[in-house]
């Protein structure tokens, strides 16, 4: 059974840093995408960053760039994300999802419950 | 970046009815499109994927179609559990993957 299980979330303060972890089973880890999601209070879904199953391609929202470092150990199955910089606009349910095949689509098929990340003084 | 349209932004049905929501691409997608079903709590769930393919599980009385910039996702006699709210999502041109807005569904 594929599992997603997002952590790390927290409070901090503007300008603060936080490192989310995905730790991820089920399938074949290093074959396989990840990209991180993330949900304001009561808002919809915005994409932030993926990283290819070799961790050799990596995107980023604009939102996020130069703040937010996405990264894989795929010898523990897991995805990190190294968050910077952060920012009032930051608070976000964040999640954590597989992409749907091993080639990377950008759709994903398998997601964490998220981890809540408060950005407040 | 492409943008993704829905609407409505919300509705209301009562079970039995056919319901239908669309999604408008800023420019041409082909059929990269995808829709995912999330409830009050919950993250959100794969529904459909290019287009029409239904992923393993979800009931057949979801459907989607389109192309290029015009999709629908439609459900054919709503069920109470299909409430929630509804993304479509573009993987055509990446980064930025995006989503629309979310529809909201009730059902009466």
């Known amino acids: 059974e594929v599992q997603v299980l997002e952590s790390g979330g927290g409070l901090v303060q503007p300008g603060g840093a936080l490192r989310l972890s995905c730790a991820a089973s089920g399938f074949t880890f290093s074959t396989y995408a990840i990209g991180w999601v993330r949900q304001a209070p009561g808002k919809g879904l915005e994409w932030i960053s993926s990283?290819?199953?070799?961790?050799?391609?990596?995107d980023y929202a604009d939102s996020v760039k130069g703040r937010f470092t996405i990264s894989r150990d795929n010898s523990k199955n897991m995805v990190y994300l190294q968050m910077n910089s952060l920012r009032a606009e930051d608070t976000a349910l964040y999640y954590c999802a597989k992409d749907r095949v091993a080639a990377t689509s950008d759709t994903f098929d398998h997601w964490g419950q998220g981890t809540l990340v408060i950005v407040s003084s | 970046d492409i943008q993704m349209t829905q609407s409505p932004s919300s509705l209301s049905a009562s079970v039995g009815d056919r319901v239908t929501i669309t999604c408008r691409a800023s420019r041409s997608i082909s059929t990269y499109l995808n829709w995912y079903q999330q409830k009050p709590g919950k993250a959100p769930k794969l529904l459909i994927y290019v287009v029409s393919t239904l992923q393993s599980g979800v009931p057949s009385r979801f459907s989607g179609s389109g192309s290029e910039t015009e999709f629908t996702l439609t459900i054919s006699g709503v069920q109470p559990e299909d409430s929630g709210t509804y993304y479509c999502q573009q993987s055509f041109t990446t980064p930025p993957v995006t989503f629309g807005q979310g529809t909201k569904l009730e059902i009466k």
């Open positions: 990283i290819s199953g070799s961790g050799s391609n990596i």
